[in-house]
Structure formats: structure tokens, C-alpha cells
């Protein structure tokens, strides 16, 4: 279970973030929405633990998000974080070498599902064989909930499709909200960023 509870955040003069509350029980997919600037990849960052809030709090499973919360989560960010000189398959043994609970056999079974080769290199892949590539990353551990910006491609599968192949976990995305009809198949509840 995540609680986000009268959060607050800013950045100089601007509230990126006004108390904004809301929950999410295991193995639900929410959807925070909201204009571009309404802070919705702010709050995943402070649901990760990676920005300290001015005010408020966030739980998971009753923990504020410290070390040992980073094992129940993946973040994925929004921009491309691999070296690019690495082939998917470095950043396959990076990411083993780095968490205790990357999963081989999961990492196969998306390669299939997302038509990837281990020795495509990152440098050289669209931006949509990149995103693919991203959420193999992300989802090959078993981290039981999965922080995504809504910006990230999926091409024909559907997030919710995506999450199913590799586990069943919940999951977090954010996405403006003009794009809210393509979202409203997969998302079953949502929060709204931004002024009031």
C-alpha cells in the first residue's frame, strides 16, 4: 500500500507540488494526471525517495522511502540514463551487478515479448527500441511497484500488458491530461496534479 498525504514541494518560488494526497493498494495502476508543469514526474521522484519534500508524507508498506523501500520499487526515468557505447546486454549485466533481485529468466522472457537482440546497441536504437529497452530494465527485477512517466512508449501493448508479462505488481504513471482517454483503459484510479 502507498500513502501520499498532504505533500508539498517546491522549487524556489514555485509549488511543484500542493498538498497533494491520495493512496494505491497492491497491484493497482495509477495514473497521475496533469498539465505539463503540474508536477506529476516531481511526485514520482519523491515516491521513489530521490527529492526530499517540504511538507507531507509518503509510505509504502507503512516505510517512508529509504534504502530499504528502494528494493520494493523501480523507477524509470524519463530520460536515457545507459552509457552509450553499452549493447542492452552491458546494461542487462550492469543492473544484475547492481541489484540483488534482477531475474534472468524474466529478463529472456521480455526480450521476446519486446522483440529486443542483447547485443542491439543503445547508442543505435530508435527512441521507441530505447524505451523498450528501458522498461526490460526496469521491470526484470522483482520490485513490486514500478514508477513510470507517462511519456514512455509502449508501442502497441498497453502498460497494463506490459506489467502482466513480468509480474504482478503495481504500477505508477504520469501523463498530461489531454492524453487521459488513452489511459482511462488501463489506469483504474488516478490523481490530479496541479493548482486548484
Known amino acids: ?3 501520499v498525504e498532504q505533500v508539498v514541494k517546491t522549487f524556489g518560488n514555485k509549488k511543484a507540488l ?3 494526497s491520495f493512496s494505491a493498494g497492491e497491484g493497482r495502476i495509477v495514473g497521475l494526471l496533469g498539465t505539463n508543469g503540474a508536477g506529476k514526474s516531481t511526485m514520482l521522484k519523491a515516491m ?3 527529492l526530499r519534500l517540504d511538507r507531507g508524507k509518503i509510505t509504502m508498506d507503512g516505510k517512508s522511502p529509504c534504502l530499504s523501500t528502494r528494493g520494493i520499487l523501480t523507477y524509470l526515468p524519463d530520460k536515457d540514463v545507459w552509457y552509450p557505447w553499452m549493447k542492452l546486454s552491458d546494461a542487462m549485466q550492469y543492473m544484475k551487478d547492481i541489484y540483488w533481485d534482477w531475474d534472468d529468466n524474466k529478463a529472456r522472457h521480455l526480450l521476446d515479448f519486446f522483440e529486443l537482440m542483447p547485443e542491439s546497441s543503445i547508442r543505435e536504437a530508435s527512441k521507441g527500441t530505447r524505451a523498450k529497452m528501458k522498461l526490460l530494465l526496469a521491470l526484470s527485477r522483482q520490485a513490486s511497484q514500478i514508477f513510470v ?3 514512455t512508449f509502449l508501442g502497441n501493448r498497453s502498460f497494463r500488458e506490459t506489467a502482466d508479462c513480468s509480474s504482478d505488481c503495481g504500477g505508477f504513471c504520469g501523463g498530461r ?3 487521459y482517454p488513452n489511459y482511462a483503459r488501463v489506469i ?3 490523481a490530479i496534479c496541479g493548482r486548484r
Open 188 to 190: 483504474r484510479s488516478y
Open 18 to 20: 500542493d498538498s497533494i
Open 48 to 50: 521513489a525517495g530521490l
Open 1 to 3: 500500500m502507498i500513502r
Open 177 to 179: 491530461s489531454n492524453h
Open 149 to 151: 512517466p507517462g511519456r
